[in-house]
């Protein structure tokens, strides 16, 4: 087996074991007997299980930044982002990303990460809209549906009301 389906294998496996087990009762062994992989596979290419953990959580909050970046190249006048790009990339993140999301912030996932993702979200929707007053409208939504169900559907909601707002009305 080649290094990245190897990798890819363990990665499938620590998520389906985060379904019904805490992150510090992950053993190799039990990742090694579900996958069908030897141990010396997995130390191969991760010291732990919580290295597994924490890999999944940097590249899925890498792809978020790099999206981010693509958003800040490609944002038109007034700051209004294009459709484009970025969003083919945010659609394959979700489709990557999304049982690790779900088992991450769950209840036998990492409040850690939550942190992390929080900071990353709160980053760009300061970005996309504090310079329009409206980061107090949206900073109780972030607190009501949870930062990844801001992030899966709140930016796009932000940019249709940005769009289709009424120029009379006056943002506080």
């Given at each position: 087996?080649?290094?990245?389906?190897?990798?890819?294998?363990?990665?499938?496996?620590?998520?389906?074991?985060?379904?019904?087990?805490?992150?510090?009762?992950?053993?190799?062994?039990?990742?090694?007997?579900?996958?069908?992989?030897?141990?010396?596979?997995?130390?191969?290419?991760?010291?732990?299980?919580?290295?597994?953990?924490?890999?999944m959580g940097d590249d899925l909050l890498a792809s978020?930044?790099?999206?981010?970046?693509?958003?800040?190249?490609?944002?038109?006048?007034?700051?209004?982002?294009?459709?484009?790009?970025?969003?083919?990339?945010?659609?394959?993140?979700?489709?990557?990303?999304?049982?690790?999301?779900?088992?991450?912030?769950?209840?036998?996932?990492?409040?850690?990460?939550?942190?992390?993702?929080?900071?990353?979200?709160?980053?760009?929707?300061?970005?996309?809209?504090?310079?329009?007053?409206?980061?107090?409208?949206?900073?109780?939504?972030?607190?009501?549906?949870?930062?990844?169900?801001?992030?899966?559907?709140?930016?796009?909601?932000?940019?249709?009301?940005?769009?289709?707002?009424?120029?009379?009305?006056?943002?506080?």
């Amino acid at each position: 087996m080649d290094k990245s389906s190897a990798k890819m294998l363990i990665r499938t496996t620590v998520v389906e074991l985060m379904e019904t087990t805490d992150i510090p009762d992950i053993t190799v062994t039990a990742v090694c007997k579900r996958s069908n992989l030897s141990r010396t596979t997995f130390y191969r290419y991760y010291p732990s299980v919580d290295a597994v953990v924490k890999e999944m959580g940097d590249d899925l909050l890498a792809s978020i930044r790099r999206t981010q970046e693509i958003d800040r190249r490609t944002q038109g006048l007034g700051g209004m982002r294009k459709t484009g790009t970025s969003d083919l990339i945010r659609a394959q993140i979700l489709y990557e990303y999304g049982p690790f999301i779900r088992v991450v912030t769950g209840v036998h996932g990492d409040p850690s990460f939550a942190y992390k993702a929080v900071a990353v979200i709160r980053e760009r929707l300061q970005e996309e809209v504090g310079s329009l007053g409206l980061i107090r409208m949206f900073s109780s939504s972030l607190c009501l549906r949870g930062s990844f169900g801001a992030l899966i559907t709140g930016l796009p909601s932000i940019r249709t009301l940005l769009q289709k707002r009424p120029t009379h009305v006056k943002f506080p």
